[in-house]
Nanobody, 115 residues
Framework: QVQLVESGGGLVQPGGSLGLSCAASRSIFALDTMGWYRQPPGKQRELVARLGSGGSINYAEPVKGRFTIFRDNAKNTVLLQMNSLKPEDTAVYYC?????????WGQGTQVTVSS
């Protein structure tokens, strides 16, 4: 089992920056993949960024060049730095990890981009 605790959401103006953090209850070296997804109001959940077990990184097209996913191994944490935020980035953001064939989700954190 893996427990995930997210933090860092909030309200930010367009063009601003925000960082999200997802702390895992076990070493992230043991995890297969780690990533961030989001669910905008009235829409389905979608991939934002993902770290593969082999070191690969994938970003959704709308966030390329603005968002960065990275890991802090010492703190068993995966982070998402979001820059140049747009109103269309407004969503509930979820951390997701895969471990031994199972998928685990965080509780979600709200990000609102508005003036």
């Amino acid at each position: 089992q893996v427990q995930l605790v997210e933090s860092g959401g909030g309200l930010v103006q367009p063009g601003g920056s925000l960082g999200l953090s997802c702390a895992a209850s076990r070493s992230i070296f043991a995890l297969d993949t780690m990533g961030w997804y989001r669910q905008p109001p009235g829409k389905q959940r979608e991939l934002v960024a993902r770290l593969g077990s082999g070191g690969s990184i994938n970003y959704a097209e709308p966030v390329k060049g603005r968002f960065t996913i990275f890991r802090d191994n010492a703190k068993n944490t995966v982070l998402l730095q979001m820059n140049s935020l747009k109103p269309e980035d407004t969503a509930v953001y979820y951390c997701r990890v895969a471990f031994l064939g199972r998928v685990y989700w965080g509780q979600g954190t709200q990000v609102t981009v508005s003036s």
